[in-house]
């Protein structure tokens, strides 16, 4: 393969069926591979911005449009782009939490949101996931409660919609009603939902949305988006007040949260040319599952294997458990537990854990339907191959 | 920049967007058919589009510059 300069050229995506967890809804759209194309210097989406020098004012590419109809897609008042999910993470935290105070989290949240605790100097109370491995607004509550008694009322809530552990879905409008109870603002993490399926912010009662551009809105790292309701979009959305003492400037309406202007080249083009796709796709959700459905009864049919995720599936994002199968295989077979992703790569599969018998996660997110059933029936003859009883 | 417009060759930047984005559109037919890359009829024809694009993106660029 011709490298790149210095680096290897990268065809996971053009020669393997990927099932990475964190990388399936993330791959660009044809679109944002042609728009990365030509937007790719650094400074080059700074071509048009003009007074007021802000990126959500830029027209050419239509950053502000973008930010217009992103927020009423997720049905929010306004929405901010960041670098990533964990930044917008932290511009919550350092606009509502200060120094020892308390924030409720799912304790199955990704760990960027613990350190965007840690880094205003919060406190985080967990919420005790179920023996099922879901957050309920029943624990919430308790968390809570157990957060006034002990450390304070809690400055925020934020809750996994999806969690990266078992792609489990959790009850987050009843979450909300619970911390609003409280007069405690909530934050959707949503950068397993956002790009992948509908999100109605408004009906969710929720304050803030995340979302992870190169997680799941098909644009590259870094690039995400906070989305926020009337209440809080001037506190987060606030603009600079300094002043240089000895040469006296300001910086215009820069905003702070953000430390200015927050992505651009090519995350946020990537991000907008995919975007028409991305508000397609959502709405064909059940085709994904359909396709997930297939890979998922092919394993079951596996003696010994079971979905680790709550089933039925509402994720595509799967947690499975072969402790009964391919992990007793493993027990024997020359190449340890390296025979499961080897069989996979012999056949064009790759973003299993190398090695991993026991549980592992896959994402079947964006495979054509032939593809799942080629997935599905890889499977099948890896477990055929290895004498493991298929029913 | 009127200038500028004047001496830079338009049609040969053209092209090689054109170019560029059509092996993009057989990329993306790759990743889709990953990993058998076993193409529909429809799929066929499309890389045949992308082919005749680029070979008149790179016709045009050695007229243009050459």
């Avoid at chain 1, 309701?229 to 606030?238: K, P």
């Amino acid at each position: 393969m011709i490298p790149a300069g210095n680096v290897d050229t990268r065809f996971v995506e053009e020669g393997f069926i990927n099932l990475d967890p964190i990388q399936a809804a993330g791959r660009l759209t044809p679109e944002a591979m042609k728009a990365v194309i030509s937007w790719g210097d650094g400074y080059s989406v700074c071509d048009h911005c003009h007074k007021p020098f802000r990126l959500d004012y830029v027209n050419n590419p239509p950053v502000a449009d973008f930010h217009e109809e992103a927020a009423k897609w997720l049905n929010m008042d306004s929405v901010m782009l960041t670098p990533g999910a964990r930044r917008a993470f932290q511009v919550v935290t350092g606009t509502l939490v200060g120094k020892g105070e308390p924030v409720v989290m799912t304790g199955m949240g990704h760990y960027t949101a613990y350190l965007s605790v840690e880094v205003v100097d919060g406190i985080v109370r967990e919420i005790k996931p179920t023996p099922d491995h879901h957050i309920t607004a029943e624990e919430t509550a308790n968390a809570i409660e157990d957060s006034i008694r002990e450390v304070g009322t809690p400055k925020l809530v934020f809750v996994d919609a999806v969690d990266f552990m078992y792609g489990n879905m959790h009850e987050v409008k009843e979450i909300a009603k619970v911390a609003h109870q409280y007069d405690i603002p909530v934050l959707y993490n949503g950068v397993y939902t956002v790009g992948v399926l509908p999100v109605d912010g408004k009906k969710l009662g929720v304050d803030f949305i995340v979302g992870s551009g190169h997680k799941s809105m098909a644009a590259p790292a870094p690039s995400g988006l906070l989305a926020v309701n009337e209440e809080y979009a001037d506190s987060i959305t606030r603009t600079t007040k300094i002043q240089g003492n000895v040469t006296g400037r300001k910086f215009g309406i820069k905003q702070v949260g953000i430390l200015g202007c927050s992505l651009m080249g090519d995350p946020v083009v990537g991000l907008i040319a995919s975007f028409p796709t991305v508000k397609e796709r959502v709405n064909h959700f059940d085709e994904e599952l359909a396709n997930h459905k297939i890979v998922t009864d092919a394993l079951m049919s596996i003696e010994g294997t079971k979905v680790a995720s709550e089933y039925p599936r509402r994720h595509t994002l799967t947690r499975m458990d072969t402790t009964e199968s391919f992990n007793v295989t493993a027990q024997t077979h020359k190449k340890r537990g390296f025979f499961l992703s080897s069989g996979l790569a012999k056949r064009g599969i790759t973003g299993i854990m190398p090695g991993v018998t026991k549980q592992w996660k896959f994402n079947t997110y964006g495979l054509t339907r032939p593809q799942a059933e080629y997935l599905a029936d890889a499977f099948l003859d890896i477990a055929e191959e290895n004498n493991l009883a298929i029913h | 920049m009127e200038d500028r417009k004047q001496q830079m060759s338009q049609k040969s930047i053209d092209a090689v967007f054109a170019g560029l984005y059509a092996f993009t559109d057989i990329r993306g037919l790759l990743r889709k058919s990953a990993p058998q890359h076993i193409l529909t009829p429809e799929e066929k024809e499309q890389i045949l589009t992308a082919g005749n694009t680029i070979r008149t993106a790179i016709a045009d660029i050695e007229r243009d510059l050459i």
